[in-house]
């Protein structure tokens, strides 16, 4: 056994000099702001709006060429707006938040910001003007401070924690006995995933952008925590334009517009009621969601 010991011992030091490295990979693309393969055409244009309006039109899209996971999606939304999409896992539904923030460009069809083509706008400015709150928030190891202040680097100390308070975080931190200078992530203390989806919105809230997208997450939180996100998530998305990834339809529910997605199709669109009355794929849905929340 101790014959062993030595290169487990090693191979979870691999592992854990793997795991950051892939942490700084992330940090490093976050930092420039840019997915290696996507780069600004000679004519990019700056994007510079308070109101986005979105479109999506007759989106195409394949991860790899063999296998085509969005069939013409088509949607637009007003600015202001919310959109909630919903739908079994690997429907598309993130694809469509990749495809918005250009991680990925679309194969066919086009994405629009206020009538322009994103491929025409430079990146660093689209990305300026979107906020997202991802499932699972992977945090920098730094401190609390430094991973809300990454939504606006020059931020004031009284703008983040201004931003804390409305996510609905700042109590929390200020117990902390190293308070916002308490170092989290990988090496540091552990955050629960409400916590961690609340350090994501606070740095949405001080980055203040004008789209938003909301990449709910799939795993429960304790009900309590879900139904304070889902507020916070209302209260921040007013009068921004927001794309709700959705996993439970109690998030839908005032949604503008509800889609439905099956196999990388739209195959159903309304509002909550609309969807309600036509009696159909979401109508099932909510059956079945409400008989599973009433076990
Ligand atoms: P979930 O609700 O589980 O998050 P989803 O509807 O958001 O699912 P997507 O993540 O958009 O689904 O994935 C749609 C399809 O695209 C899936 O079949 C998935 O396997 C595939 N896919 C996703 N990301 C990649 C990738 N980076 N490379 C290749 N295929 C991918």
Redesign the pocket.
Known sequence: LLQLYGPLNFLGFVYREIKHALADMDRMFALMGRNAEITDAATAQPLATQAAAVRFDRVEFA??PE?Q?LHGVDFTIPAGHTLAVV??????????SRLLYRFYDVTRGGIQINGKDIRELQQHTLREHIGIVP?DTVLFNDTIYYNIAYGKPDASREAIIEAARSAHIHDFIAALPQGYDTVVGERGLKLSGGEKQRVAIARTILKNPPILIFDEA?SALDSKTEKAIQAELKAISANRTTLV?A?RLSTVVDADEILV?EG?RVVERGTHRELLDANAVYARMWALQASEEAV
């Open positions: 991860y790899d296998r996971i739908g079994a896992s690997g429907a598309g539904k993130s694809t469509l499932q799939t990834i996993h997605m990388g």
